[in-house]
């Protein structure tokens, strides 16, 4: 049976009865006499951002157009950039040469931008201002002919500070931030935990164990979340942020729904790690009351469109595209009737499964791609400093590996229930943390906000010069 796990109404479906307005009106009410609600088809991540992990038992249709309403909308906004910059799966249509409007933050000042953005310019269509008192000066973002009025109608005018105007603003100012990575943005937490309770539902987590992130009385999400920032506490993680641009499925979105738990405890901790475009990265505590088995599920995709074309089959690949076809839907296939088939018939079946798993995308093949280089690194680095040898030690702890009865090693493959949730510290006594825990400890400490506020803006400025990398490969000079 499934739940809505904003209302807790049970999940009924109205398909196949045909329904006017009234009647479906009339049908919902009785529904809701009996604690059941109408299900509908709801995106774990935003269509908006080329989520496209769906699921018909997490949310109803009213509770699903209520969170639209009052959390996926403003925090869409946010990434109307990319939804013009990126050529996403869901808007292949779209002229990136059109401007459109966004929001922009503006960290050294800590306000907010409304801008025109395109591939050529970011302009600045509203109006906002900042006095910095100490240095006499007065920040006016907008247009020049509007400043006077503004002024004047802030009372700011009076000031004998000196007017520094700026109608357009520059991406290579890393003092600008898009965008607002502030851990205290409401809406940005509220959606994150949105993800997270539809990830966990999804997977069959009980409505009664998401206490950390929805307001069971209020039938709403929570207004305080745990909402922890990931960080780069080892060298291997470090090189990871550093190479991943370089790597196939980049930008990718990648969540991971997990427990903790702690000696001598019953209850376990769920969290789930958010990364939306590579670049926003984010543990959400959903629970704190577990008491079922560990839970551990993975999810990635790519967020780019991708173009299929039909291809021609090469006889030489024979084995390939009977293997293919085998892991795909045709389970019962043998290699006595893949010959059987004539050309043309192997030829539509490989390229219809070649067309609807073009988005597939395993996360262990991934890591896998990218430490080699960072091992190979390593190698040829004949410094063998603290930095490098806790690189080695990470990536070493990442994989698990399996012997043979004499301990030969038979397979070595990725841990995914290590990657960015347990890791080893780079101390003596090399000891295993949380990266949630550790990110929320360090969340008091000064030095770390403003490390993290840093890596943060390289983050945001690696998926810009991608995504400028991007526009010069399809519009080379």
């Not at 307005?21 to 009410?29: L, R, S, Y």
């Not at 004047?152 to 004998?160: A, F, M």
């Amino acid at each position: 049976m499934s739940i809505c796990y904003l209302c807790g109404l049970r999940l009924v479906s109205l398909k196949g009865l045909k329904l006017n307005n009234n009647e479906k009106k009339e049908k919902i009410v009785d529904l809701k006499r009996n604690g059941e609600c109408v299900k509908h088809e709801e995106h774990i991540i935003p269509n908006a951002l080329g989520g496209y992990l769906k699921s018909d038992n997490v949310l109803c249709e009213e509770c699903g157009s209520k969170l639209n309403d009052a959390v996926d909308h403003k925090f869409i906004e946010n990434f109307d950039f990319l939804k013009k910059l990126l050529n996403l799966r869901v808007d292949r249509s779209s002229n990136k040469n059109n401007q459109t409007k966004a929001k922009f933050y503006l960290s050294k000042f800590k306000i907010v931008l409304d801008v025109m953005w395109s591939n050529e310019k970011i302009e600045c269509y509203g109006v906002n201002h900042h006095i910095e008192h100490e240095e006499e000066k007065i920040y006016f973002f907008g247009k020049k002919q509007r400043a006077e009025k503004y002024l004047k109608e802030k009372k700011i005018d009076s000031l004998n500070y000196e007017l520094i105007i700026s109608e357009f603003v520059e991406l290579q100012d890393e003092n600008f931030i898009f965008p607002n990575f502030n851990i205290e943005n409401l809406n940005f937490k509220q959606e994150l935990a949105k993800i997270s309770a539809g990830f966990a539902t999804k997977l069959g987590v009980d409505r009664k164990f998401l206490n950390r992130v929805i307001d069971f009385e209020n039938k709403s999400i929570l207004d305080k979340l745990c909402i922890y920032p990931f960080y780069p506490f080892t060298e291997l993680d470090v090189e990871i942020e550093k190479i991943k641009q370089e790597c196939y499925e980049h930008p990718h979105h990648f969540l991971s729904l997990f427990t903790l738990q702690f000696e001598n405890k019953e209850e376990k901790l769920i969290f789930c790690y958010v990364e939306l475009f590579s670049t926003f990265q984010y543990y959400v505590l959903l629970s704190d009351n577990y008491t079922e088995e560990s839970i551990y599920h993975v999810y990635a995709q790519p967020v780019l469109f991708k173009e299929f074309e039909e291809i021609e089959l090469d006889y030489k690949q024979g084995n390939y595209y009977f293997e293919l076809l085998k892991c795909n839907g045709y389970d019962c296939l043998t290699w006595e009737k893949f010959n059987q088939m004539t050309y043309e018939e192997q030829k539509r079946k490989v390229n219809h499964v070649m067309e609807i798993t073009r988005y597939d995308f395993y996360y262990e093949d991934y890591l896998d791609k990218i430490f080699t280089p960072i091992t190979n690194k390593f190698i040829f680095n004949n410094n063998k400093d603290d930095k490098s040898l806790d690189l080695a030690f990470n990536i070493k702890d990442i994989y698990q590996t399996e012997y043979d009865r004499d301990g030969d090693i038979v397979s070595e493959s990725v841990d995914l229930k290590k990657y960015r949730i347990t890791y080893i510290d780079g101390f003596s006594n090399r000891e295993r943390k949380f990266y949630a825990l550790e990110s929320c400890k360090f969340l008091k400490d000064k030095n770390f906000i403003t490390r993290l506020e840093k890596y943060n803006h390289e983050k945001f400025f690696q998926l810009l010069n991608f995504i400028k990398n991007q526009m010069n490969k399809e519009n080379p000079s």
